[in-house]
């Protein structure tokens, strides 16, 4: 996608969260209950993709090496997003109205930075056999929560997916949330330099994210395939 196609849909997005956050403010509702209510309702819409489909898309990789390259096409996209938001904050600092739109932009860059992060950590799952039983909207909701702790899911643990909007959950994703939204606040600095931070920020904490999930993972169920190509 071009960079101001992806600009486009960004501003679209924002645009679309700010008349659903002026909604929200009217009735009284929280920030970080929007926020969550937002992805929340957003969650099951991700796609994620069968080992063999991540396979396919990543030319044949398997086990550690299609984990690598995972987490490194995440990192790009995340860092793109923290990139984007801070080149539209550039251009609103240059025309000063256009700043009452920035927490609209904030909130946009934070949903989409989740649904990146969310939908790498499912598709780890994936590559180290960690199946989710449950329909499609439980098995989200699962990756959501398992996204607000910074954790892999424990397939053994018959909780883990019924349990997962439970009210600790809830407050879990909130806060995670909240502190993503935080860290695109780098993105408001004037001219360029909140591009730089931003999808640096962005960059760090995706990777940290695919460590800590893989890490985790390791120790579930066996190890999975050779490294390698399929079919080698």
Do not use: C
Request: positive net charge.
């Amino acid at each position: 996608m071009e960079p101001a196609e992806r600009r486009r849909l960004l501003g679209r997005l924002a645009r679309t969260i700010g008349a659903g956050g002026r909604k929200a403010r009217a009735e009284g509702v929280g920030r970080g209950r929007f926020l969550a209510d937002l992805f929340l309702n957003i969650a099951p819409r991700i796609p994620i993709r069968d080992l063999h489909t991540l396979s396919e898309h990543h030319h044949g990789l398997t086990g550690e090496q299609l984990a690598d390259d995972l987490i490194r096409t995440a990192q790009k996209a995340t860092m793109t997003v923290g990139a984007i938001g801070g080149a539209l904050a550039a251009a609103e600092f240059a025309a000063p109205p256009l700043l009452l739109s920035a927490p609209a932009q904030l909130v946009a860059e934070t949903i989409v930075v989740a649904a990146i992060e969310v939908k790498l950590l499912a598709e780890l799952h994936e590559v180290y056999g960690v199946r989710v039983e449950g329909t499609g909207t439980q098995r989200a909701i699962a990756f959501t929560a398992a996204w607000s702790k910074q954790r892999g899911i424990d397939p053994l643990a018959p909780a883990s997916v019924t349990l997962a909007l439970g009210a600790a959950t809830k407050t879990a994703l909130r806060n995670r949330l909240m502190r993503t939204l935080g860290r695109h606040l780098t993105t408001l600095g004037p001219f360029l330099t909140g591009a730089v931070a931003g999808g640096a920020l962005n960059r760090a904490a995706t990777k940290k994210l695919g460590e800590a999930i893989r890490t985790d993972l390791r120790g579930k169920l066996p190890p999975p395939p050779e490294r390698g190509k399929l079919g080698r």
